[in-house]
């Protein structure tokens, strides 16, 4: 996330591939971009179709596996969406697992707008922030865990998932669920379809729910890279998805690997401002499930903590162990963010480390990545 969730996140990330094709390390084993993602799960989302800009080729592959036409008009991205809430045009929030209020920008500007919805829901695991801030009616759905046993039928169900590397593996539980009562991701997703959708829907809900098999094998009809999915997926380290540097085929129009060229911008600061990055700590999964200890940096027993250059330090008036609140004043709106104890720390003069997401109540709703802009498939 240090590379992807900033103004320069696009050309960064280029220019790490730019430095990989330097060094003759792209489409060749054991070499590539490794991108160490926070959630187990996070690649195989996307790969799933689970995305606000569809390909005209995804919609196209819906249509023929299920007898109808998807709408191609472009959703929300995140930051789109808590716009959208707060305008009034999205009244609906449904999350599927993690911390959507703490993982997200400007923290109180997120609570407003998800505060303005007719309805909130949360589909999850494990009780978190989230659950706090609703809208005029709210539901929280617990389900399954990955970690539970997941019986449809008597006969044990497993799901699939996407590693950095682009490997679909099985993933099943062992546990026993602390309720008889839970039901499983897919389950919620297939009664809801069911509930809202009754007669009118083309897909056949009812034979998902009889097994995970069966929606596996509708993958397979449309997404690429997924033949023999059910078979392949339950041999022991699962199988790669189809890769074009691996395969020396790059979707170019030379068909070979293009550099990026970069425009660098120099952050201008005031003399008592510093550059601050948000870090995770060693104990962290995303923003569900943290402890106080990170053995990466030596703090242990604290997460509100601001690590500082030892002449900033200085330069402010500060000691080891002081107590400051944190402002961000981007456009003119006071952000703060309250009692931080500051440690110092070898890093970069005028810049300065806090805890994902303790901090994220300073970062601006608009401030987001530049990039390319994608236009929406035809009808």
Known sequence: MGLTQHKNAVDTIKEVVNLLLLKGSIGKEGAGTCPVRGHS???GDRTMGIFEKPSQKFLENIEKAFGFTPPAKYGYDTVECIHAMMEGKAKVFIAMGGNFLSATPDTKYTAQALQKCKLTVQISTKLNRSHLITGEEALILPCLGRSDKDAVNGEEQFITTENSMGVIQMSKGNLKPVSNDLLSEPVIVCNLAKATLAAKSKVNWDKYLTHYD??????????????DYNKKVRKLGGFYLPNSAREKKFDTIIGKANFNIAKSEQPSLKQNELMMMTIRSHDQFNTTIYGLNDRYRGINNERRVILMNEKDLGALGFLPGDVVDIYNDHNNTERVAKKFIVVKYNIPEKCCATYFPET????????????VTLQPAKA
């Open 41 to 43: 799960n996070v690649q």
């Open 214 to 227: 069966n929606i596996r094998d509708d993958i397979e009809k449309t997404i690429p890279g997924f033949k």
């Open 360 to 371: 994220n109540v300073l970062v601006p709703i608009d401030s987001v990545a530049k990039k």
